[in-house]
């Protein structure tokens, strides 16, 4: 009986563990502060070609983000032919949107998008923890009850890969590939927990 | 060119357009109205290549995609951009049959009373049979290169998506030449057509993805 509650206890608390930080090692936290390069210039128009598959169902657009202040970003979602899906503002932790197409305007989706943008557009991070496994050093901030997890690759210093979760479950993935210099050419957003998929391709002819 | 010099010129080159812009009078209305029937009720099909800007205020440049355009009467009209992405999108009756770079979807717009009306508006504009209106207010200018044609929404609904249509006709052939759609917000999407040919033979086939 007492083999029974033990192994109980030990199969609760190994699926409680994080998936992120399997295998990862410790580290001790040198620098304090990270930052997310990608959308951080104010003099770059950040245009991409965006496929969205969300259940099932798939569409396509044209993603815009501009900084337009300090903590301060504009992204619009449009349709090829030009009309506007959306258009939000994030300024530090608060936002508005500016406009939603009716059939998109729920809270869930509201909601989801703007914890997306956050997440992609956030320039400054405060490292609590630190990270090694061949080859990326990760970084761990937290905001609330949710993570982020920033994967740097060792010998690029680049940033491949940001994990965001919650104390046990991971949430979004978002890769960054193809990186020149501060630019993703392409970004790749994945859900976890709703079937949400988001690739960006840069369009560079602007 | 030094910078005031350039804005004395843009000022002087904005004032000049403006100035050569004349409303038209009910005489010419009633001609151009009639000219433009005809023009559209004789056009079968049109082939044409087209660049599309798309301002929004807070960008530094507009995001410029172009590719070609066919139309075929009544109501089949095909959007092809191949840069710099490759998309497609076909108005058919009640669908939109979209081709996304090899991936195909079919969009019934049937459900959104709004995106058929848009997508119907975006129709006529190609031909530019957008006079029977009775959801615009329509004003007439004369330019010495073209005709120039403001719709503008007096429909509660649609005036939230799009507050103008502005259409440029050529003064010697009487066909679209440019289309703008602002938006509320005044971003605005701008649409160019060039090497414009019209009445050759469009098999059904182009309209399929």
Redesign the interface.
């Given at each position: 009986m007492k083999f029974l509650q033990i192994s109980i206890l030990l199969l609760s608390l190994t699926s409680c563990t994080l998936a992120t930080t399997k295998n990862l090692v410790s580290s001790p936290v040198v620098n304090t502060h990270f930052d997310n390069p990608y959308f951080s210039d104010s003099n770059q128009d950040y245009v991409y070609k965006g496929k969205i598959d969300v259940y099932g169902n798939y569409f396509g657009g044209i993603f815009i983000v501009k900084k337009i202040g300090r903590l301060h970003h504009r992204i619009v979602l449009t349709t090829e032919l030009g009309n506007k899906i959306f258009d939000f503002e994030l300024q530090n932790d608060s936002y508005k949107v500016n406009y939603i197409l009716e059939e998109l305007d729920r809270k869930i989706i509201i909601n989801t998008l703007k914890r997306d943008f956050q997440l992609l557009v956030k320039e400054h991070t405060i490292v609590k923890k630190k990270y090694k496994n061949d080859p990326y050093i990760i970084y761990q901030s937290q905001h609330k009850k949710q993570l982020n997890f920033y994967f740097i690759n060792k010998d690029t210093g680049k940033l491949e890969k940001l994990v965001n979760t919650s104390k046990r479950k991971e949430k979004t993935i978002v890769n960054f590939e193809s990186i020149n210099k501060k630019l993703a050419q392409r970004i790749v957003i994945e859900h976890k927990n709703i079937k949400l998929k988001i690739e960006l391709k840069y369009l560079d002819n602007n | 060119m030094n910078k005031l010099m350039l804005y004395i010129y843009i000022i002087f080159f904005t004032l000049g357009v403006n100035a050569q812009q004349a409303q038209m009078s009910q005489t010419e209305i009633n001609n151009f109205k009639k000219k433009i029937k005809a023009v559209a009720e004789n056009t079968k099909t049109i082939l044409s290549d087209f660049t599309?800007y798309?301002h929004?205020e807070?960008?530094?440049?507009?995001?410029?995609?172009s590719g070609k355009m066919a139309f075929k009467a009544p109501n089949l009209v095909k959007?092809e951009?191949t840069?710099?992405?490759k998309?497609s999108?076909i108005f058919k009756e009640d669908q939109l049959l979209?081709n996304?770079d090899g991936?195909k979807?079919d969009?019934k717009i049937g459900g959104?009373k709004?995106f058929k009306k848009?997508n119907q508006l975006?129709v006529n504009s190609v031909s530019g049979n957008m006079f029977d209106n009775n959801e615009f207010d329509i004003s007439y200018y004369k330019t010495a290169g073209f005709y120039r044609v403001l719709f503008t929404s007096k429909d509660k609904n649609l005036s939230k998506?799009i507050k103008q249509f502005i259409l440029h006709f050529s003064k010697k052939e009487l066909t679209v030449i440019e289309v703008k759609?602002v938006?509320p917000?005044n971003?605005y999407?701008q649409i160019i057509f060039k090497n414009r040919k019209e009445n050759i033979v469009l098999k059904d086939e182009v309209f399929t993805n």
């Amino acid at each position: 009986m007492k083999f029974l509650q033990i192994s109980i206890l030990l199969l609760s608390l190994t699926s409680c563990t994080l998936a992120t930080t399997k295998n990862l090692v410790s580290s001790p936290v040198v620098n304090t502060h990270f930052d997310n390069p990608y959308f951080s210039d104010s003099n770059q128009d950040y245009v991409y070609k965006g496929k969205i598959d969300v259940y099932g169902n798939y569409f396509g657009g044209i993603f815009i983000v501009k900084k337009i202040g300090r903590l301060h970003h504009r992204i619009v979602l449009t349709t090829e032919l030009g009309n506007k899906i959306f258009d939000f503002e994030l300024q530090n932790d608060s936002y508005k949107v500016n406009y939603i197409l009716e059939e998109l305007d729920r809270k869930i989706i509201i909601n989801t998008l703007k914890r997306d943008f956050q997440l992609l557009v956030k320039e400054h991070t405060i490292v609590k923890k630190k990270y090694k496994n061949d080859p990326y050093i990760i970084y761990q901030s937290q905001h609330k009850k949710q993570l982020n997890f920033y994967f740097i690759n060792k010998d690029t210093g680049k940033l491949e890969k940001l994990v965001n979760t919650s104390k046990r479950k991971e949430k979004t993935i978002v890769n960054f590939e193809s990186i020149n210099k501060k630019l993703a050419q392409r970004i790749v957003i994945e859900h976890k927990n709703i079937k949400l998929k988001i690739e960006l391709k840069y369009l560079d002819n602007n | 060119m030094n910078k005031l010099m350039l804005y004395i010129y843009i000022i002087f080159f904005t004032l000049g357009v403006n100035a050569q812009q004349a409303q038209m009078s009910q005489t010419e209305i009633n001609n151009f109205k009639k000219k433009i029937k005809a023009v559209a009720e004789n056009t079968k099909t049109i082939l044409s290549d087209f660049t599309q800007y798309k301002h929004l205020e807070f960008l530094s440049n507009d995001i410029k995609t172009s590719g070609k355009m066919a139309f075929k009467a009544p109501n089949l009209v095909k959007w092809e951009y191949t840069n710099p992405y490759k998309y497609s999108v076909i108005f058919k009756e009640d669908q939109l049959l979209i081709n996304d770079d090899g991936k195909k979807s079919d969009v019934k717009i049937g459900g959104s009373k709004m995106f058929k009306k848009l997508n119907q508006l975006i129709v006529n504009s190609v031909s530019g049979n957008m006079f029977d209106n009775n959801e615009f207010d329509i004003s007439y200018y004369k330019t010495a290169g073209f005709y120039r044609v403001l719709f503008t929404s007096k429909d509660k609904n649609l005036s939230k998506y799009i507050k103008q249509f502005i259409l440029h006709f050529s003064k010697k052939e009487l066909t679209v030449i440019e289309v703008k759609m602002v938006e509320p917000s005044n971003d605005y999407t701008q649409i160019i057509f060039k090497n414009r040919k019209e009445n050759i033979v469009l098999k059904d086939e182009v309209f399929t993805n």
